[in-house]
């Protein structure tokens, strides 16, 4: 067992953000030098909660099963009508999947819908259990939308797809990532609580820019202090120049709110008032950039 254990600064970054305490503890024991097989008995952990632990860490990139390969997608088998009567007719787990799909979505499938469904299980190879989480999440996050409407299976068929290409085919996988998921989310919800954004979703390009400094790890009283000096330089809410000051932060690796005011650059007073450097070559870039 190493007893000098170094973490790299991007692996405890991205463990950090992920809040997953079983996944944090699994990957400690494997930097370690331990062995996987011993894993669920030296660490107390179920058959279950290691699975969903290793799943976290695969998904974040710190753990690699070279057993275990995302499917290489090609172009998807066209499915007939016949296909699907053949399934309805002979396989018992199909016409259950597609009656419980059917209750999630409220609705009945027609025929070109179950010839998605059946490719799920056909070409991706998605159990019954996993295509029933699949639709779950899709149902909530079109909720969190706004939308009040359930997701068409054209909409669950591009998720279905995103999932594959990840290697998300399992129950433990497909459970992790949800959590991901759901916890960005959750982080999402108080940064736009900071930048006072109230009743509206975020444009894809403002939540490129959020996602953007949430994965570089700002603390969110980091971001504050940027959307207020965003907000006294600018007038309001200016997304390039917040980005700028943040982007510079991050270069620095000023990322709470004490590195913030211990190592950033004095104030230079100037035209526009008392200015950090940062707020200074935040306004030079905007201007350059038009």
Not at 82 to 101: H, N, T
Not at 150 to 179: F, H
Request: proline share 3%; hydrophobic share 40%; charged share 25%.
């Amino acid at each position: 067992m190493n007893q000098n254990l170094t973490i790299p600064a991007d692996h405890l970054q991205k463990l950090l953000l992920a809040a997953n305490p079983d996944a944090a503890l699994l990957y400690l024991y494997l930097a370690a030098g331990n062995d996987m097989a011993l894993a669920d008995r030296q660490l107390h952990l179920t058959g279950s909660r290691l699975s969903c632990a290793t799943a976290a860490l695969r998904q974040l990139g710190l753990w690699q099963d070279d057993r275990r390969q995302p499917l290489p997608l090609g172009e998807a088998p066209r499915y007939t009508e016949e296909d699907v009567i053949r399934a309805v007719d002979k396989d018992d787990s199909f016409r259950s999947l597609y009656g419980e799909v059917q209750r999630q979505l409220g609705r009945n499938l027609n025929t070109e819908e179950l010839k998605i469904l059946l490719g799920f299980v056909r070409y991706l190879g998605l159990s019954g259990d996993v295509i029933s989480l699949l639709v779950c999440y899709c149902k909530e996050r079109a909720r969190q939308k706004g939308s009040s409407r359930n997701p068409s299976l054209r909409t669950i068929e591009k998720e279905a797809y995103a999932w594959a290409e990840q290697g998300i085919d399992t129950m433990e996988e497909a459970v992790a990532y949800i959590q991901n998921q759901n916890h960005r989310r959750s982080r999402l919800g108080r940064l736009m609580g900071i930048l006072q954004i109230r009743g509206r979703n975020l444009t894809p390009g403002e939540e490129r820019y959020a996602q953007q400094w949430l994965d570089w790890g700002f603390q969110e009283e980091a971001i504050a202090l940027a959307y207020e000096r965003t907000c006294l330089n600018t007038g309001s809410l200016n997304w390039a120049y917040m980005n700028k000051i943040l982007s510079r932060w991050q270069e620095a690796g000023l990322l709470t709110l004490e590195q913030i005011q211990t190592r950033d650059k004095k104030p230079v007073k100037g035209a526009t008032g008392q200015l950090g450097q940062a707020e200074l070559e935040a306004i030079q870039k905007v201007l350059q950039e038009g």
